[in-house]
C-alpha cells in the first residue's frame, strides 16, 4: 500500500511516517517507481510507533523499544527501566503543573478584577526571579 494509506490505516501523517523512514525507525520496500510499498508488519511498526509516542516517548526512546519488541532475546527488565523512567518523567511534569496551577491560583484569587489599575497578577510576573 503507499504511504497515503499507510497514513489512513496508521493515524499518523505522511510527513510523520516520512520522517520515521529518514530516522530509521520503519524501512518499507519501494517500487519499482520509486514509490513506498508499506506491508502489515511496517503498519504494525507505525502503529507501535503512534502509540509509543502518545505515551510520550523520545524517538530515540521509540528506537529503543522497537529493538527490544524485536528481540525475542530481550530481558522484559529492559523494558520496564525505560517505561520507570517515562513514568518518573511524566510524575515530574504533573508536580510542576500543580505547582504553576496553586501559584496562578493564588494569583487570581488576589486579583479584584475591577476597573482599578492595580493587579497583583502583573506585579507578580513583572517581579524579578532569584
Known sequence: MNISQAG???????????????????????????????????????????????????????????????????ASADVKALATAQLARIDAQLAELQEMRRTLADLVSACAGDARPDCPILSDLAREQR
Open 8 to 74: 489512513e490505516r496508521s493515524g499518523l501523517p505522511p510527513k510523520t511516517i516520512r520522517f520515521y523512514e529518514e530516522i530509521g525507525l520503519i524501512a518499507p520496500t519501494r517500487q519499482s517507481n520509486g514509490y513506498r510499498d508499506f506491508s502489515e508488519d511496517d503498519l504494525h511498526k507505525l502503529a507501535f510507533l503512534r502509540r509509543a509516542r502518545a505515551l510520550g516517548f523520545s524517538t530515540d526512546e521509540c528506537r529503543q523499544l522497537m529493538g527490544l519488541y524485536t528481540d525475542q532475546t530481550r
